[in-house]
């Protein structure tokens, strides 16, 4: 078995500063990959995710997402690093309405012209959400808090967007400091949906012009401890603002901050509207290419 080589484009998402907001690998013209060796660059590149460009005959293009574990359905940071990337390489236009074929399903986006080049807004999968039916004490603790830091006013609930992450409420903004994750006991806590991510997050923020602030601890399979700015789960954020924090709104712009524990401070814009009895979810944000990496992988 012989070796080769890919060139992985590094985007950081959800900032235009390189080393903020969420790390992301993209690669294009990726038809030709297998799904091991998408796992092993993926791996390699060691980002939460890394996002391969196929040819779609569904949509305008296909993505698929990978940690360094296993494939994700859907990824936000890593989907506005991706068409970021595209529209930087001509491929897309900006203002442009675009359909992407995901795991997820086809979603519809859009390229929005910027005054820092362009914002990438991502339509996401209709919410979803369950009730969390484990122990509470065993839950806070897997994260290093106990129960009083939960903000027993809102549930505890595992949201989806596209990926399943459990949404757990806290009180306030100095908890974030005190958490410590202990992802390999999740799996056990999490009897429902034993792959779903935690992500605790607070009304409190640090920026004033944000409205929510957040940590997201990573599923032990996918082979990362925390991911720094979340665009899957602050789009089910959004949702959950309006079905359990604010029910009679009919819709609700919501700023997300992330990041800040772990150096990589960055922000999601969510927009959330009522439509007949769903809630539609658009996430936005921008991405900037940080750098280049030459992975080799098998063949």
């Given at each position: 078995m012989g070796q080769k080589q890919v060139k992985v484009y590094h985007y950081d998402a959800f900032t235009d500063i390189p080393g903020k907001g969420n790390p992301?690998?993209?690669?294009?013209?990726?038809?030709?990959?297998?799904?091991?060796?998408?796992?092993?660059?993926?791996?390699?590149v060691g980002f939460n995710e890394t996002t391969f460009v196929q040819t779609s005959a569904?949509?305008?293009?296909?993505?698929?997402y990978f940690t360094p574990g296993h494939e994700m359905n859907l990824c936000g940071h890593a989907t506005v690093a991706s068409l970021t990337a595209l529209w930087e390489r001509g491929v897309l236009e900006e203002d442009a309405e675009i359909l992407v074929e995901t795991k997820a399903g086809l979603l519809p986006m859009k390229l929005i012209s910027s005054e820092k080049g362009v914002a990438i807004y991502m339509r996401q999968a209709a919410p979803e959400f369950i009730s969390f039916e484990g122990d509470v004490g065993e839950l806070m603790a897997s994260i290093g808090l106990t129960t009083a830091d939960w903000d027993e006013q809102y549930p505890i609930v595992y949201g989806s967007t596209g990926i399943w992450t459990l949404l757990i409420p806290i009180r306030t903004l100095e908890a974030f400091e005190r958490m410590i994750p202990n992802n390999k006991t999740f799996p056990s806590i999490?009897?429902?949906?034993?792959?779903?991510?935690?992500?605790p997050f607070a009304a409190e923020t640090i920026h004033p012009d944000c409205h929510m602030h957040a940590r997201h601890f990573s599923s032990p399979y996918s082979g990362?401890?925390?991911?720094?700015?979340?665009?899957?789960?602050s789009g089910v954020m959004g949702a959950y603002w309006l079905q359990y924090m604010h029910p009679k709104q009919a819709s609700a712009e919501v700023w997300v901050e992330q990041g800040r524990?772990?150096?990589?401070?960055?922000k999601v814009f969510v927009q959330a509207m009522r439509k007949n009895d769903i809630i539609e979810i658009t996430i936005s944000g921008t991405a900037v290419l940080t750098g280049e990496l030459d992975i080799q992988y098998d063949d």
């Open positions: 992301a690998g993209v690669v294009f013209d990726a038809d030709a990959f297998t799904e091991e060796q998408m796992v092993q660059i993926a791996r390699r569904l949509g305008t293009l296909r993505l698929r999490l009897t429902q949906i034993p792959k779903a991510s935690l992500h990362t401890i925390e991911d720094p700015v979340t665009g899957t789960a524990e772990v150096g990589k401070d960055g």
